[in-house]
């Protein structure tokens, strides 16, 4: 229904001013897109959101409104509505990534083309993956990725599950002897998966009893496949509320002396023989954990696309929204844009420069797994196996708390509207929340990075030949022969100097922890602190490296581009050293003088930045049906649209109520009976229970 308000208009037109704020740059935004996300990757965008928007069954104006159980019922209709559609359109598996990716939701289908999917092609033998990969590929059958237990998350050793070996049936027997062997969190698990991946200890029997030979895959079918309910000797449910996730049912399952046949465990690397039961080892143990690595790896690059959309709203709000006059200003000045203020260009810039940081780093990650991946599949090749695990769990540490807690800051930079479920922030972080625990928590994985680079730094001290011309290794030794030298890099004037400072402290870092280990005879649980410290300084010197490297692949773009990029660079870096001062000041990297001018030179490249912010955040090419934010639109019309949804859209609006708390009618005119009912329904309450009619009284 029309109402006067629809002849009202903002005070200032957002769309004029966002248009200025593009004018103002002359940043070449689509071949920065191009740069970024590759020119096929903004073309299946393109064609594949036009397909979303084009089905009702996408629309995200009602999400925010709905109860969990409802938003699963509706995630799953379109994880079944998204499956069809690429039947339809002939999707490939980029495709279908890209539109799963523009839903934004958790899909109960997700598992089953990720970890899944993956952990049967790299751990299943040719026998395994000639029966499993038609149905996987297929669809046919629907799985989970169970390895988290109730009692045991990171510490995968440590998993409670139990594999026997029955060496009469020549079968697996798959049993939870504890409420805490109990398979936990994992996702498609809980009403949805028919198979699992099931991570359980190896038992094996020999003549001094039973062995455990670690965790191993197994895979497993959990259900019935036409009635959809749990096998015998298998329980399964979906877990409850949770932060985020609202679509996908995260599962629990416990296994009863439940059997599955010899081949149900994935023999590629290891493998029991059925005739002795005799075990055969992997030839390198870490092979095991090739899904997770591979999601690691996968996490750390959707880092990137997830802190761009936070930053595309900020920024986009920010340079729209106008508060109080210049206090320095003569007369009657206009107010003052948001993003002006250093106290909100310290907060959103920095995050703009992570963004590419992200990128540049996301890139060579992917790098890394494809060359390991192919080292032992094409050669046997092991040797890179524990650098891409030590680098994608540093990176997966780093990389997802910089977007989660960027996420956040850039919410609260918008004032009290980024508040509301029309910034579009809602469901971008209480979703992305998880990542910083889920495959991993970033406080535990970031022990394997350090154990890694302290065996790194024995190697370096003992000038050991093994891997003598590594970068690390060439890094450390390095390190070792100018460490008594007082080093100092001008990191204030040479970029070059900037990736060096950042490489001495993870060096110096790195040797005072095996100072520590190895000297001083320290337990590790003592050093834990210190070792997420090493971690996080490694990787904090992977992405300025791998930031700075990156700048060398933008000499094809239009003059103004690179100029640019290099001084998101600088803030990037500049800002990492400002935040821990501490570290670079104690080894010498730089001086009190560099870090009592530090502040100033950061406030002047975010000032040579802010001129092309908005130009930066429409190089991530966002579309707004992603964004789903009044605040960040392309459009800037933040004030008409986000109006509208309050107006227009809230449900609330459509219904009268009754505020006599005398009566317990809720909906005017309903009558105290019928919202008896539905009250007692929502808490899940009979109406003639005793003590509901005591609380009435």
């Known amino acids: 229904m029309k109402d006067f308000t629809d002849n009202l208009q903002p005070a200032e037109s957002g769309r ?198 670690g965790p191993h895959q197994f895979i497993v079918q959990i259900r019935d496949m036409k009635t959809c309910q749990p096998l015998e000797g298998v329980i399964i449910g979906d877990i409850g509320p949770k932060y985020g996730y609202a ?70 709000y920010t340079t729209i929204r106008r508060q109080f006059q210049d206090r320095d200003a003569q007369g009657g000045s206009p107010e003052v844009t948001v993003l002006d203020y250093p106290t909100v260009q310290i907060r959103v810039l920095p995050l703009l420069a992570t963004t590419f940081a992200l990128h540049y780093t996301g890139l060579a990650m992917q790098e890394l797994y494809t060359s390991t991946r192919s080292s032992i599949e094409n050669q046997g090749d092991f040797t890179g196996l524990a650098e891409m695990h030590a680098a994608s769990s540093g990176l997966k540490s780093i990389c997802t708390m910089l977007a989660a807690d960027g996420i956040e800051t850039s919410r609260r930079a918008m004032g009290g509207h980024g508040f509301h479920g029309a910034s579009g922030m809602i469901p971008l972080n209480s979703d992305y929340l998880s990542k910083p625990t889920v495959e991993g928590d970033n406080w535990m994985i970031t022990q394997q990075t350090a154990s890694y680079l302290l065996k790194q730094m024995t190697d370096a001290v003992k000038s050991s030949p093994e891997n003598a011309n590594a970068p690390l290794q060439q890094q450390y030794r390095r390190y070792l022969r100018n460490m008594r030298q007082q080093v100092v890099f ?14 001495h402290r993870a060096s110096a870092m790195a040797h005072n922890v095996f100072q520590k280990r190895t000297l001083e005879k320290r337990s590790w649980t003592s050093l834990m ?106 459009d800037g019309d933040v004030y008409n649209e986000l109006f509208r949804r309050v107006h227009r859209e809230n449900p609330l609006n459509e219904e009268t109520f009754n505020p006599d708390w005398k009566t317990e009618e809720i909906l005017l005119g309903e009558g105290e009976e019928v919202a008896r009912r539905r009250i007692a329904e929502m808490v899940k309450v009979d109406v003639k229970n005793e003590q509901w009619e005591k609380a009435k009284l």
């Open 490 to 503: 001008d990191v204030l004037r040479d970029d070059a100097e900037l990736v060096e400072a950042f490489r």
């Open 247 to 316: 679509s996908m049912d995260n599962g629990y399952m416990l296994f009863n002396n439940f059997h599955v046949p010899h081949s149900a465990m994935l023999a590629r690397y290891a493998r029991v023989d059925p005739t002795t039961g005799k075990y055969t080892k992997p030839a390198n143990p870490a092979v095991v954990y090739g899904s997770l690595t591979y999601v690691r790896a996968q996490i750390i690059m959707h880092a990137r696309l997830i802190l761009a959309r936070a930053v595309t709203i900020a920024t986009r």
């Open 529 to 634: 602190i210190e070792l997420h410290k090493l971690s996080r300084a490694h990787s904090q010197a992977l992405l300025v490296s791998n930031f700075y490297n990156g700048l060398e692949t933008t000499a094809s773009l239009d003059p103004s581009s690179p100029p640019v990029l290099r001084l998101l660079f600088r803030l990037f870096a500049l800002y990492t050293i400002e935040v821990d001062a501490a570290d670079f000041l104690m080894i010498g990297a730089i001086t009190n003088d560099q870090l009592s001018t530090l502040s100033m030179r950061i406030q002047e490249v975010m000032n040579q930045i802010r001129p092309h912010a908005v130009r930066l955040v429409d190089a991530w090419a966002v579309p707004d049906f992603l964004l789903d934010s009044a605040l960040g639109n392309y």
């Open 16 to 213: 004029e001013i966002i248009a200025k704020e593009r004018a103002q740059s002359d940043l070449n935004v689509q071949q920065l897109s191009e740069h970024l996300l590759t020119p096929e990757f903004l073309s299946r965008q393109s064609r594949i959101v036009q397909i979303l928007q084009a089905d009702p069954i996408f629309s995200k104006k009602t999400q925010l409104n709905l109860a969990r159980p409802h938003r699963f019922h509706l995630g799953l209709a379109r994880a079944k509505a998204l499956r069809r559609l690429a039947v339809k359109h002939g999707w490939n598996r980029d495709d279908y990534k890209m539109a799963d990716y523009l839903v934004d939701e958790m899909s109960p289908y997700h598992l089953t083309w990720t970890m899944f999917s993956t952990s049967i092609h790299e751990q299943g033998d040719d026998t395994q993956r000639a029966y499993w990969g038609p149905k996987d590929e297929s669809w046919s059958i629907i799985g989970a990725y169970a390895q988290t237990e109730m009692g045991h998350g990171s510490n995968v050793r440590g998993l409670e599950l139990e594999a026997r070996w029955d060496h009469i049936t020549k079968e697996f027997v798959l049993h939870s002897p504890t409420i805490t062997a109990s398979k936990f969190w994992n996702g498609a698990l809980g009403r949805t998966a028919n198979h699992a991946i099931v991570v359980a200890q190896l038992m094996l029997p020999e003549e001094e009893g039973i062995r455990s030979y």
